[in-house]
């Protein structure tokens, strides 16, 4: 396979808009260490005052679990409460849900997603609160993630309709599949960024009135720390944006695109 040495990321190109679109998650995530004092009352009161919008919130600690194996002997588990790592925020009326965490921020947009334009406002409104209140100078990574389901007929287990590529039983086995998983990892050539894209089944509660679910779930992620400042996310979020809809329109199908028209 020849590999381009750089890859164009052309965010002139534009993409179909899909009124009943998939998406059943959308998420981003911004690893950045608080520099300033990360104390529950503080944070707390900050983050209530200012955002009355959200009440449903709860407190969480970092917990962290180590596994001990010896030969001849069982696993020895031990877990290390390091103390108070943040909140978690829930809106009233639409379906957001947000993080504020001692090592980073994650917004995320539940179903029905509406748009790019407005998960886009609601997650840096967030987010700036966030870098007033942790004043963080560098961020290790950004990611973000959307999760979309394809909800197929009952008894429809013709994967190739709805997405390519699809899974493919040995050629000497003409059996339906169970389950499947199926994850890729990509570079983008040219660019700090990575591509992580997984393929999978999710089975239904009936599967007399309901079909199997196709998820195909998509991050990117920068791949590389970097400073800070007043245009650090303006100019990646685009571009990440653009390669997530690239993924996605090139591993659907046109009987799956027609049916996100309707």
């Known amino acids: 396979m020849i590999v381009n040495a ?25 690893q950045a260490r608080a520099e300033s004092p990360w104390e ?14 959200y ?49 980073g921020f994650l917004f995320s947009r539940l179903h029905p997603y509406e748009t ?6 609601e997650a840096q409104r967030l987010w700036q609160l966030y870098v007033d209140i942790a004043r963080p100078t560098q961020v290790q990574q950004i990611s973000l993630r959307y999760i979309n389901r394809i909800d197929l007929p009952p008894k429809d287990m013709e994967f190739e309709d709805y997405i390519q590529p699809a899974p493919q039983a040995p050629q000497n086995m003409n059996v339906p599949f169970y389950g499947f998983f ?4 990509l570079a983008v050539p040219g660019h700090d960024y990575s591509i992580n894209i997984i393929r999978t089944i ?17 991050t990117v992620m920068t791949i590389q720390p970097f400073a800070l400042g007043p245009e650090a996310l303006e100019k990646r979020l685009p571009e990440m944006r653009w ?10 199908t046109e009987k799956a695109l027609k049916s996100f028209k309707c």
């Open 243 to 252: 390669l997530k809809n690239e993924v996605f329109y090139g591993s659907i």
């Open 116 to 121: 790019w334009e407005s998960f886009l406002a």
């Open 40 to 53: 529950a009352p503080t944070v707390s009161q900050k983050i209530k005052a200012t955002l009355p919008e």
């Open 202 to 218: 999710q089975h239904p509660e009936d599967p007399t009135t309901h079909g199997l679910g196709l998820i195909l779930d998509i």
């Open 55 to 103: 009440p449903k919130i709860a407190s969480h600690n970092q917990i962290v679990q180590e596994i001990k194996l010896r030969p001849k002997k069982a696993p020895e588990t031990t877990t290390q409460d390091l103390g108070w790592n943040g909140l978690r925020i829930q809106s009233e009326v639409k379906p957001h849900i947000a993080q504020f965490n001692r090592d």
């Open 6 to 30: 750089e890859f164009k990321i052309d965010l002139n190109k534009g993409f179909p808009t899909l009124p009943n679109a998939p998406i059943v998650e959308a998420a981003l995530g911004i």
């Open 182 to 185: 199926h994850q890729d990892i």
